[in-house]
T-cell receptor
Framework: DADVTQTPRNRITKTGKRIMLECSQT?????MYWYRQDPGLGLRLIYY???????NKGEISDGYSVSRQAQAKFSLSLESAIPNQTALYFC????????????FGPGTRLTVL | GNSVTQMEGPVTLSEEAFLTINCTYT??????LFWYVQYPGEGLQLLLK?????DKGSNKGFEATYRKETTSFHLEKGSVQVSDSAVYFC???????????????FGQGTILTVHP
């Protein structure tokens, strides 16, 4: 079984809809991250969480919100999706003892029409 | 601010050719440097890393040396295989205040295609 899982793997939605992307991990890591990947732009950090009570904005947090329901679960929400949020979204985790090595989920491909 | 610049792709090579993917960085403080690889349809996985100047990271025949004087971390492999076809990302993180911050800054990625 994969250590970091994301659901759904693919989603097509319409402008204005609320969408939630979920991430779960079995690695026992305390730190979790959400990134988006766009062609030619690499990965950009949306939000990150160092533990259940510590959530921080990344470089592109506008239009997104997150919830850390438990150490193992970190959800990303788009309250009102817009077409320029069409992208590949990745969740990642790390261990506070080795925080510079991150472990990524398989990604969620989101299309907003 | 911190930034990472990779050579533009895509890069197309024949099997057994020599590979270089250039990466340079700008950072405040003393970064750790990484190469991540993304195979088709998968998430990123760590390929190698180096945490201080002159360190060499290596894995699966790939190597990269942390060059502080040229602010570079170029990825090399002596003989590529078809299975090396993937997207390669250079990245850095800054250790802040003596504790590892953990936030990664990525380059834009370089697509590598290796033909038989």
């Amino acid at each position: 079984d994969a250590d970091v899982t994301q659901t759904p793997r693919n989603r097509i939605t319409k402008t204005g809809k609320r969408i939630m992307l979920e991430c779960s991990q079995t690695k026992g890591h305390d730190r979790m991250y959400w990134y988006r990947q766009d062609p030619g732009l690499g990965l950009r950090l949306i939000y990150y969480s160092f533990d259940v009570k510590d959530i921080n904005k990344g470089e592109i947090s506008d239009g997104y919100s997150v919830s850390r329901q438990a150490q193992a679960k970190f959800s990303l929400s788009l309250e009102s999706a817009i077409p320029n949020q069409t992208a590949l979204y990745f969740c990642a985790t790390s261990d506070y003892r080795v925080t510079d090595t991150q472990y990524f989920g398989p990604g969620t491909r989101l299309t907003v029409l | 601010g911190n930034s990472v610049t990779q050579m533009e792709g895509p890069v197309t090579l024949s099997e057994e050719a020599f590979l270089t993917i250039n990466c340079t960085y700008t950072a405040t403080g003393y970064p750790s440097l990484f190469w991540y690889v993304q195979y088709p349809g998968e998430g990123l996985q760590l390929l190698l890393k180096a945490t201080k100047a002159d360190d060499k990271g290596s894995n699966k025949g790939f190597e990269a040396t942390y060059r502080k004087e040229t602010t570079s971390f170029h990825l090399e492999k002596g003989s590529v295989q078809v299975s090396d076809s993937a997207v390669y990302f250079c990245a850095l993180s800054i250790n802040a205040g003596g504790t590892s911050y953990g936030k990664l800054t990525f380059g834009q990625g370089t697509i590598l295609t290796v033909h038989p």
